[in-house]
């Protein structure tokens, strides 16, 4: 049996698009592929630095 998850998390990872998900529609490896892909999404954007403003913070008042 092959590993949907596995697949959408390296899916995410080459650039492949959510919306192309090879699996048909209301299937358990659907929603497996894109449980891996939204996790591999989350993890990537918890990597990614956050802009600077250059603002400083606003005393509380």
């Given at each position: 049996?092959?590993?949907?998850?596995?697949?959408g998390r390296a899916a995410f990872q080459?650039?492949?698009?959510?919306?192309?998900?090879?699996?048909?529609?209301?299937?358990?490896?659907?929603?497996?592929?894109?449980?891996?892909?939204?996790?591999?999404?989350?993890?990537?954007?918890?990597?990614?630095?956050?802009?600077?403003?250059?603002?400083?913070?606003?005393?509380?008042?």
């Open positions: 049996m092959n590993d949907a998850y596995a697949e080459s650039g492949v698009k959510l919306e192309n998900n090879p699996y048909a529609e209301n299937t358990e490896q659907r929603k497996r592929w894109e449980e891996g892909w939204e996790e591999a999404m989350m993890e990537s954007d918890l990597k990614r630095p956050t802009p600077c403003t250059g603002e400083r913070p606003r005393p509380a008042t």
